[in-house]
């Protein structure tokens, strides 16, 4: 996998030393690309940060 592009929106300054939940789903794959998009929380709920990425995919073929 390698990834085509990637992104992450700073909502408020992140407390790195203290508990954080990432939720990240994927949307959408097809053919050789996936998507995965994401929200990182506080301990208190407060949205973090956003994050996005597309990645190719291409199978590994072993030689016979």
Not at 7 to 12: A, D, E, L, Q, T
Not at 21 to 43: H, I, K, Q, Y
Request: aromatic share 10%.
């Amino acid at each position: 996998m390698a990834s085509l592009d990637h992104s992450i929106w700073f909502h408020r300054e992140p407390n790195l030393y203290d508990w954080i939940l990432v939720n990240v789903e994927s949307p959408s794959a097809n053919d050789t690309r996936g998507f995965t998009r994401g929200n990182l929380f506080n301990r208190s709920g407060e949205l973090i940060c956003s994050v996005a990425q597309e990645g190719l995919i291409r199978p590994i073929i072993k030689d016979k």
